[in-house]
């Protein structure tokens, strides 16, 4: 499967710190994507960054891609208690663009 | 704008029975798509759309079929309900740009 995995499990910051996750994958793709899930709620997506490009930014949002290493990471800078969440990378197949993959999430509790 | 909406949010069901989980979108999307959501166990694809009149399985197809009859809907349908398929499911559309637009979910519980 092409499932990916993010790393780590949990994350516990203060208000203001920066927060880093990581997402390994297991073949080739033509984009990656970040997602955000309130408790109980849809998934939201967040940015895309494509198998060619190296760096991406969004606001407080950076993504780098490895494909090299297949993998990638998102930091979030300035962390707000709103940003508490669990994030999920999603791929999908370098042959099939049209399956989308997700890893297990990674739960961010940032404290006020 | 709508987006994407889910219908029922919450079901229950007994084992065997059989009900369809409904998904429409107004972005005049293609691509549709259905994951369940397990504790730890992130997203599964079940089934893609990339058009009316196509289908397609993901990882874990067993125990669903779909049809999409128009570009807007994209029901799910459970033949025979297991308690195995308790979970949360979630339906997605996506346009050219490749990002995932989602519903907010249908709870189904099968006792």
């Known amino acids: 499967s092409q499932q990916g995995e993010e790393d780590p499990q949990a994350l516990s910051i203060q208000e203001g710190e920066n927060a880093t996750m990581n997402c390994s994958y297991k073949t080739s793709i033509n984009n990656l994507q970040w997602y955000r899930q309130n408790s109980g709620r849809g998934l939201v997506h967040l940015i895309l960054?494509?198998?060619?490009?190296r760096e991406k930014h969004s606001g407080r949002l950076r993504v780098t891609l490895d494909t090299s290493k297949k993998s990638s990471s998102l930091l979030i800078t300035a962390s707000r208690a709103a940003d508490t969440a669990s994030y999920f990378c999603a791929t999908d197949e370098a042959y099939n663009f049209n399956k989308f993959y997700f890893g297990s999430g990674t739960k961010l509790n940032v404290k006020p | 704008n709508a987006g994407v909406t889910q219908t029922p949010k919450f079901q229950v069901l007994k084992t065997g029975q059989s009900m369809t989980l409904q998904c429409a979108q107004d972005m005049n999307h293609e691509y549709m798509s259905w994951y369940r959501q397990d504790p730890g166990m992130g997203l599964r694809l079940i089934h893609y759309s990339v058009g009316a009149g196509i289908t397609d399985q993901g990882e874990v197809p067993n125990g669903y079929n779909v049809s999409r009859s128009t570009t807007e809907d994209f029901p799910l349908r459970l033949l025979s309900a297991a308690p195995s398929q308790t979970s949360v499911y979630f339906c997605?559309?996506?346009?050219?740009?490749?990002?995932?637009?989602f519903g907010e979910g249908s709870r189904l519980t099968v006792l």
């Open positions: 960054i494509r198998s060619n490009e």
């Open positions: 997605a559309s996506s346009g050219a740009a490749g990002e995932l637009f």
